[in-house]
T-cell receptor, first 115, second 114 residues
Framework: AQTVTQSQPEMSVQEAETVTLSCTYD???????LFWYKQPPSRQMILVIR??????QNATENRFSVNFQKAAKSFSLKISDSQLGDAAMYFC????????????FGQGTRLTINP | NAGVTQTPKFQVLKTGQSMTLQCAQD?????MYWYRQDPGMGLRLIYY???????DKGEVPNGYNVSRLNKREFSLRLESAAPSQTSVYFC?????????????FGPGTRLTVL
């Protein structure tokens, strides 16, 4: 069974600084996708970034980028120039390309931005 | 374009009562999903519908039923609510059932069962 682990229950960073959130996963599959979702106090789940496992190049979306290490089964999220609006729970998630449709989520990391 | 909408936003039930959570999407997506989120945990899949006319069990289906009413709508029913079903429920949709399609989530329904 696939599992996703986020070992940092809480993180904090100063506004305008850079922070990295960690995620590791366990799978025997070779083709899959990885996602980072953000959940602000409004509770809505918002897609931040996604990475295809077959791509070596790390995905980037504006201030958000990932460090994908397939051999190590690691998928960390880097937020540059942190803003107050980045404060939220962040969830790492895994999904197979074929077959089972579900997203497997980690436990989440609560990110606080200090002004 | 409202995306994924859910009703109600909040609900309190007594043990044994029934209710249906409604979900609709206006993005012409083929696949729809129901998740629950318990405190301190990530989301867990209850049921999903890969396409109109099909439904399948997810990780935690016991105590729930679903109906894919049409392409837009996917409802979740609790026939006899139990306190263990106190949770926040999220509906999501994706363009295709394949892994590349990102899932887009509704705002959630906070359900309390007394």
């Amino acid at each position: 069974a696939q599992t996703v682990t986020q070992s940092q229950p809480e993180m904090s960073v100063q506004e305008a600084e850079t922070v990295t959130l960690s995620c590791t996963y366990d799978t025997s599959e070779s083709d899959y996708y990885l996602f980072w979702y953000k959940q602000p106090p409004s509770r809505q789940m918002i897609l931040v970034i996604r990475q295809e496992a077959y791509k070596q190049q790390n995905a980037t979306e504006n201030r958000f980028s990932v460090n994908f290490q397939k051999a190590a089964k690691s998928f960390s999220l880097k937020i540059s120039d942190s803003q107050l609006g980045d404060a939220a729970m962040y969830f790492c998630a895994y999904r197979l390309i074929q077959g089972a449709q579900k997203l497997v989520f980690g436990q989440g990391t609560r990110l606080t931005i200090n002004p | 374009n409202a995306g994924v909408t859910q009703t109600p936003k909040f609900q309190v039930l007594k043990t044994g009562q029934s209710m249906t959570l409604q979900c609709a999407q206006d993005m012409n997506h083929n696949s729809m999903y129901w998740y629950r989120q318990d405190p301190g945990m990530g989301l867990r899949l209850i049921y999903y519908s890969a396409s109109e006319g099909t439904t399948d069990k997810g990780e935690v289906p016991n105590g729930y039923n679903v109906s894919r009413l049409n392409k837009r709508e996917f409802s979740l029913r609790l026939e006899s609510a139990a306190p263990s079903q106190t949770s926040v429920y999220f509906c999501a949709s994706s363009e295709q059932a394949s892994g590349r399609s990102a899932q887009y989530f509704g705002p959630g329904t906070r359900l309390t069962v007394l």
